[in-house]
């Protein structure tokens, strides 16, 4: 990592922690200068403005949705196997420190009525097409049975796993455990291939 990425990571670091202590509103371009150890001068030539750190913290959520994707289809490999790992890079991604201050903060802003950019609206889209496309090319490899298009059955599967994993996280209802994530990947798992392979 050069030395710009390193300063643009702690800034956006600071960014979320201002922000997730104080709301979007309140917080303050002087505090993320403090919180990140930089000058205002230094934090205004990477961000003019609070829209364009925010926009910068978005786009970190990015580029870990759209890395956490696995290898493409194997007909070499059973679907439990490919699922398997799937659901180990989403668990991977989705109990990190750094996903879940992100996650908490864009969430409470669009539950205060924040829209998102176009452009992030349809990375998030594109984001979610990996998984898509791995259930088409099982379809077509006769490993999964159902006749519920692929996006639906994306949809359910994500609600399951989530639900157990993400969501209880991001609102705060639970610390998860080792054990947790290990009996959230066996239940998706096992809905997974009863629901739509059976």
């Known amino acids: 990592m050069s030395k710009k990425e390193e300063l643009e990571s702690k800034i956006i670091e600071a960014a979320v922690g201002e922000f997730l202590a104080r709301g979007y509103d309140s917080g303050s371009m002087e505090n993320i200068a403090k919180l990140a150890e930089v000058s205002k001068r230094t934090l205004y030539k990477y961000y003019p403005n609070k829209e364009a750190v925010f926009d910068a913290i978005i786009e970190k959520l990015l580029l870990g949705v759209c890395s956490s994707s696995p290898a493409a289809y194997s007909k070499s490999e059973s679907i439990e196997e490919q699922l398997s790992k799937i659901i180990d890079y989403k668990s991977a991604l989705m109990t990190s420190p750094d996903y879940v201050d992100i996650s908490r903060l864009v969430l409470s802003e669009i539950i205060k009525g924040r829209k998102l950019a176009p452009n992030h609206l349809e990375r998030f889209s594109v984001s979610e097409q990996h998984f898509i496309k791995w259930i088409d ?29 993400f969501y209880p996280v991001i609102f705060g209802f639970k610390e998860l455990s080792k054990n947790d994530v290990k009996t959230a990947k066996k239940i998706a798992l096992e809905f997974f291939i009863n629901s739509f392979c059976k």
């Open 137 to 165: 090319a099982a379809k077509k490899d006769g490993k999964i049975a159902s006749k519920q298009s692929s996006e639906l059955i994306a949809n359910q599967f994500h609600s399951i796993f989530k639900g157990q994993i």
